[in-house]
């Protein structure tokens, strides 16, 4: 199959990149490996950012400086400042394309606080706007005619004499690996919370399956030990409880009522004086007592049916246990602002890229921006590649190399748990390279991931059905979700300081010799390069530091 652009990844960067590539005049697919539904944007259910109303108590400029006090250094400003000024169009892009804000009484957008902001910018629905916006995305999408490719597992980019002729894909339906030939790229996939399976409010499939291969093709990652914490998410099974339960007035409380810490703090901050706490012996929760039930099912209705279905518990009248899960991951392919990357015709947005807008610590309501903002830069710009270069040959013995390795995990003998190895990964990663890190833990985190690639090998399916095969999909995402655990820990090991969602307690000052950016490149087939680096001009780096990192499981 032969399109003018591919985008991997149905979020919001994914469906708003596919929808300006369309309206450039180009042929467009979406691969996606599961329902679009599924995706993280489709549970981000807090809310997005956006100065509506220009005042004395909020302007661009605010919203600008609130996401770079927030990020914690290490941010574009350029990037930020004109994202923050886009955000109303974006806000209006969506309202016409149906997407239902809540609104006041004169029928302007509602917008309530979040952790950070210094003015109440984010816009949403009751507490389901990640959802609502996909909903509508999806419709738009279908109604323009692009085709949605999903429960195609998306394998590697292919090159040809260094140029991008495709990529490989695994047919989820009948487990055949197929080549999709495109003139240009977007990546969108998502990131990596995934891989602390357990302790994350993200699927299993968001283990960094775009990342690892863009590394695979030799693109730089950056910043991949900037891993965001949700503090206030269920004690039972780490589902997510948006902070738009914090923005309309819940307390976070301990088991005799006290409020111990500001529940508008940044999530960093937050998560960490929930955890200190729980250290101390105590339990957190979610008091939504002192609000009224009106209040809450107008807009909190999810919250509320979640946590009665998920913990059994009734908010108007109990206390709701939490604690902090992994979330958001900062770190991914690197990306120059117009979301280009190493490969001339491949673009990435959304979590999966580096964009510069959350520098070290993200700040709620900002993704869902920043996914629309640099979706739409993707769109348009893949458009313009594909219009001015021809398709590629597709090199099948890459093709084949990814048939290959199917064929193994499907028919050898199992000799593991691929479910058990996933958990005590994610268990691993969570004690160790969490919210709070030293060398000592990442170490620890280190080997004990080293040890898992070396019995990856021995991991096959025990069911050898071709159709929809679910082992074989996961032990896919576990080989990259190894790779991405031993990057992240890495760099975390490396960068010896304490900046933003990255908490060295060994190290827990923020050192201005660290005031730049991490990279990761990769050295043949077995080393990885870590580099700190620092901007000169636009794009033009020269190197700080390096360390050689050896892959050899």
Known sequence: MLYDVI???SGIAGL???LYAKRAGRSVAIVTKSNPLRSNSAVASGGIN???????YDSFSE???DTIVGADGLTHRNNIEKMCKEAPNIVKELSDMGVAFDTNEDDSVAQRPFAGGSSNRTCYIADRTGSSIIQSLLRQCRKEGIELLANYQFLNITTFNQK???????RREDSHVIALVCKSLV????GYAGIFRGHSTNSQESSGDVIAAAFRANMRLSNM???QFHPTTLKTNGALISEAARGEGAYIVDETGTRFTDELETRDKLSRAILEHISLGHQVYLDFRHLSASLIDTKLPST???ALNSAGIDITRELLEITPSAHYTIGGIWTRSDTSTDIPGIFACGECAVTGVHGANRLGGNSLLEGAYFGRISGYEAARFSNKCDYQPIDYACVEKDMNRVNVIINGENHFNINAMRINLGGSLFRDVGAFRSEETLNRAISYTRYLRGKRYGLHCVSKELENNVELSSILEFYNALFIAEAMAHSALLRKESRGVHYRSDFPQKDAYFNVASYILKLGHDYMKITFEKSVKTDIWYSVKKFLISLKG
Request: no cysteine; glycine share 12%.
């Open 7 to 9: 985008v991997v990844g």
């Open 63 to 65: 919203h600008a400086n």
């Open 304 to 306: 509320r049916k979640m």
């Open 16 to 18: 708003h990149a596919a």
């Open 164 to 170: 991008l002729s495709g990529i490989t894909v695994l």
């Open 50 to 56: 956006a100065v509506i109303n220009l005042s004395e």
């Open 225 to 227: 030990e900037f891993v």
């Open 187 to 190: 990546l969108a996939g998502g």
